[in-house]
């Protein structure tokens, strides 16, 4: 193989149907070359953003923008290195770029549909397809899940090992042999014989990272995992071995390379990260110089572990995803700011002064920027001249004279209001009364619907969690293998799921243990959270790809049955002609036209059978596939759960040890649950490291604080609080302690009008 050089793509995340999309477009030249151009508006130290703009122009072997799917991804980025490792070569695929823009969805596929599986499932379907259709060699294939935090290597595959946190995992730690070549110690190497073992490891090592994760430290955004296929090949009776390794590795987010204003555990994350990237882009760096001896591999674990894997003849792809918001665009902005101001600190502290005069345009855009400054009211807002000690003696020159005009007689008529008087109106008075007293209805009405719909949610909480174990059961993985099982006979390799089953008892069997109203606390966590969504389609499609599987295991049964009724005919017919040939022995020798048409039949028959069969081998991985993203979501939806309810649990306690604040969110802890939202879509408040319902936490924290600052800040006793009548459930809770709060605001109001 020609040594290679490292290939760069680029692929750009959708937009939400939210998100203000930033500028940018991509290009394709006549060398088939793509340039990727972002636009970032123009940001002057001053603070105003002009109409100039900054453009970014990046060059990738294809760029892949919002509309490709994951099949298009697999079929141009990772099948030819799949192709290089099944050949013997080692291969490394990165997916770099920052948090949220798409690493994971890339590198091992989303949660929620088939259809975006990434590339980790893609390539072992690829491989283990290639591997059945090469007889001449004996193919082994072993899968390890290594992940790097901090710079410490944990196995994510070990089965010996219940993870509840990384620390649990078995350490891996790199040993160097005298001929330098790495080895990793405590990295468990599982074998995979087929699809379907490959994947539930991989599934394992994700539960793993999840379970392992907790929201101090969000293991998956901030460590860098590498899932590796192993490929052995030799000759059938040859003893020589061929060993070639293809590592798909999931970088932790780049943009803490960058992030200031971090201290302690972030702190030291943003080291490792930034370090570790920064050791992976000089090595990076150093293999695309040509001539360049010395690669500086040894500097972290995650170079060390992929160093015969990168540069050489191993082909090495990195894929940059990016996610082109606008609020990303607007963070480059604001860090560009930020890099002007330091810069203008760094000036004043090292005395260096610029002397030449400002010119005429300078003094005209501080000019503009005095003006506005003075007539915005706003009394937070900042002259910003930067550091240049020209422009600040000329502001303050500026504004003496303009104080000096104001205090010459009969000479204000231009002049700003620069004190910023407010005018009071005596009438914000009765508004703010008036206004009150509409909250308070509205509170009145809330609490009647919230205890109503209490109500009801308790009565139906009980059958709800029915359903929801029979929703385990009723798509069990032993069920779906021995369906399965059946319908493929003697051709259909049976669905082992032991590697799966032996970690899920724990993970999912927690729940006979829970108190009955923990579990009708998770019955409603569970109804409203983002997951239960993704959880119920799967289960309808999953009963729709039964179904279709169980029809088609039926005709392939009645094909095969037909295939083999029809032998039996030919059979007959043979016999018949044999003891026909008794009588006229030449009569054997001539062509049978009946059995020709039974052959033809038998050959038409094979075909249809062939391609249900493949339709039916094709539907049993799909049919897996969602088994093992309906669990994940389980699991994940009760880790979600139980870092809720211990949070709570804890706030709990607290409000019993302390006087209760009423205003303080850390004594009225928002709920998992906006009831009252009954023409918004349900919202749940879920903890921070879930993060494809941020939206849905901002939306509860936005409910929650327009709760808190619909009154002021006042105490009331706790034998006031032991008055009121609580219902139990915390939403409704917290809006009767909104209405109290904004009855007493009310009656305070009141009391200092009557004063
Ligand atoms: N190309 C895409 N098409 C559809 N959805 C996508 C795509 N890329 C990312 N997403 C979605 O965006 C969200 C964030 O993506 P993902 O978790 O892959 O980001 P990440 O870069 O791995 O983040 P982190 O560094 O935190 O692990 C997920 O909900 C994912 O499903």
Redesign the pocket.
């Known amino acids: 193989m020609v040594k290679q050089t490292i290939q760069i793509f680029a692929?750009v995340?959708?937009l939400g149907r939210r998100q203000p999309p930033g500028i940018y477009s991509v290009d394709e030249d006549d060398t088939s070359t793509f340039s990727l151009e972002i636009i970032v508006p123009h940001d002057l130290a001053d603070g105003f953003v002009n109409n100039k703009r900054e453009s970014y122009k990046f060059k990738f072997q294809k760029v892949f923008d919002q509309e490709s799917k994951q099949d298009e991804i697999f079929e141009a980025i990772a099948k030819p290195v799949a192709e290089c490792a099944l050949g013997g070569y080692n291969g490394t695929i990165f997916a770099y770029?920052q948090?949220?823009?798409?690493?994971?969805?890339t590198i091992t596929g989303?949660a929620e549909r088939y259809s975006d599986r990434g590339i980790i499932p893609r390539t072992l379907s690829y491989i283990f397809h290639q591997l059945q259709k090469d007889s001449s060699m004996v193919y082994t294939i072993h899968i390890s899940y290594l992940e790097i935090y901090n710079e410490c290597g944990y196995d994510l595959l070990d089965p010996r090992h219940e993870a509840s946190k990384l620390e649990d995992l078995p350490r891996v730690t790199i040993m160097e042999d005298p001929d330098q070549n790495i080895h990793l110690k405590h990295l468990s190497l599982q074998q995979a014989t087929n699809e379907e073992e490959a994947l539930n490891l991989l599934f394992l090592g994700d539960t793993n990272r999840m379970i392992a994760e907790t929201p101090m430290n969000q293991a998956?955004?901030r460590s860098h995992c590498i899932f590796t296929i192993h490929i052995s090949s030799k000759e059938p009776g040859s003893a020589t071995i061929r060993r070639s390794k293809l590592h798909l590795v999931?970088l932790?987010?780049s943009e803490r390379v960058g992030k200031t204003g971090v201290g302690g555990q972030l702190l030291t994350e943003a080291k490792y990260i930034n370090l570790s990237l920064h050791y992976l882009e000089q090595v990076i760096i150093a293999l695309s110089e040509k001539n360049r001896s010395h690669i500086p591999y040894r500097n972290s674990m995650m170079t060390s572990v992929l160093r015969d894997s990168l540069g050489g003849n191993c082909m090495t792809i990195m894929i940059a995803?990016l996610s082109i918001e606008k609020r990303n665009i607007d963070m480059i902005v604001r860090l560009k700011k930020e890099i002007q101001e330091l810069k203008n600190e760094l000036t004043l502290v090292t005395g260096e002064q610029r002397a030449e005069e400002l010119t005429e345009e300078e003094l005209l855009q501080i000019d503009e920027q005095i003006q506005s400054f003075l007539e915005d009211t706003e009394p937070e807002t900042i002259l910003e001249v930067g550091a240049d000690m020209r422009k600040i003696k000329y502001c303050f020159s500026y504004l003496k004279r303009l104080i000096n005009e104001v205090k010459l007689p009969n000479n204000h008529h231009h002049v700003p209001n620069i004190l910023g008087e407010k005018n009071v109106n005596n009438s914000n008075g009765d508004e703010e009364v008036k206004k009150l007293r509409d909250l308070l209805q509205q509170r009145d009405n809330e609490i009647n619907i919230l205890v109503n719909m209490l109500k009801r949610e308790k009565k139906k909480a009980q059958d709800a969690f029915l359903q929801f174990s029979a929703l385990s059961k009723d798509i069990s993985p032993s069920e779906s293998s021995s369906l399965l099982k059946n319908m493929e006979s003697e051709q259909m390799a049976s669905v082992t799921l032991e590697t799966k089953s032996a970690f899920l008892p724990r993970r999912t069997g927690g729940r006979g243990e829970m108190s009955l109203g923990c579990q009708e606390a998770f019955e409603i966590f569970r109804r409203d959270h983002a997951d239960s969504i993704t959880i119920d389609d799967n289960k309808q499609l999953l009963k729709v790809r039964f179904a279709e599987a169980k029809s088609l295991g039926e005709k392939v049964n009645e094909i095969r049955n037909k295939i083999n009724h029809l032998k039996e005919e030919i059979i007959q017919r043979h016999m018949q002609k044999a003891a026909q040939a008794v009588v006229s022995p030449r009569e054997m020798n001539e062509p049978d036209p009946v059995e020709e048409a039974l052959r033809a039949q038998i050959e038409k028959e094979k075909i249809s059978y062939k391609t249900m069969f493949t339709r039916l081998k094709g539907l049993k991985i799909e049919i897996e596939h969602l088994q093992l993203l309906m669990e994940k979501s389980k699991l994940k939806l009760q880790k979600d759960f139980e870092v809720w309810w211990s949070a709570n649990a804890i706030d709990v306690q607290n409000q019993e040890e302390k006087p209760v604040l009423l205003n303080s969110t850390s004594v009225l802890k928002s709920p998992p649950l906006v009831l009252g939202a009954q023409t918004d879509p349900p919202a749940i408040r879920v903890p921070n490291n879930s993060?494809?319902s941020s939206d849905k936490e901002s939306s509860v924290r936005s409910n929650t604080s327009r709760l808190n600052n619909s009154v002021s800040t006042s105490r009331i006793s706790p034998s006031s609080i032991s008055s009121i009548p609580f219902t139990g459930d915390s939403q409704t809770d917290a809006d009767i302690l909104a209405f109290v709060r904004a009855r007493q605001n009310l009656l305070l109001k009141k009391e200092s009008r009557n004063k």
């Open positions: 692929r995340k959708p770029g948090t949220g823009s798409g690493k994971t969805f989303g998956s955004t999931d932790a987010g995803t993060r494809a």
